[in-house]
Nanobody, 124 residues
Framework: QVQLVESGGGLVRSGGSLRLSCAASGITLSYYAIGWFRQAPGKEREGVSCIGSKDGVPYYEDSVKGRFTISKDYTKNTVYLQMNSLKPEDTAVYYC?????????????????WGQGTQVTVSS
């Protein structure tokens, strides 16, 4: 049974930092594409950062470029999202997800496995 568990969310002031973790079980992350997504109240879910394969080039949504960094520790079967210089508009529930690997750049439209999400709230 595949399970993705996000952690690291919380309440932070504008300009602060958080590091989200996505720990996987029942799946070997190095074999899959990985994505971080977020959904704010009243808004559609959007891809924040995605990697198509183990050696793929990370994609970042324009609003997070230069502030967020995706990283992987395959020895721990865990993916991270380091979020710096947080802004109130980053407030959302953040999810990690996996998909079959792909060679393209960006986030795919279909991901097979999703975590339960972790809330990030940035106060002004």
């Amino acid at each position: 049974q595949v399970q993705l568990v996000e952690s690291g969310g919380g309440l932070v002031r504008s300009g602060g930092s958080l590091r989200l973790s996505c720990a996987a079980s029942g799946i070997t992350l190095s074999y899959y594409a990985i994505g971080w997504f977020r959904q704010a109240p009243g808004k559609e879910r959007e891809g924040v950062s995605c990697i198509g394969s183990k050696d793929g080039v990370p994609y970042y949504e324009d609003s997070v470029k230069g502030r967020f960094t995706i990283s992987k520790d395959y020895t721990k079967n865990t993916v991270y999202l380091q979020m710096n210089s947080l802004k109130p508009e980053d407030t959302a529930v953040y999810y990690c997800a996996t998909a079959l690997p792909y060679s393209g750049y960006g986030c795919q439209t279909h991901y097979d496995n999703w975590g339960q999400g972790t809330q990030v709230t940035v106060s002004s």
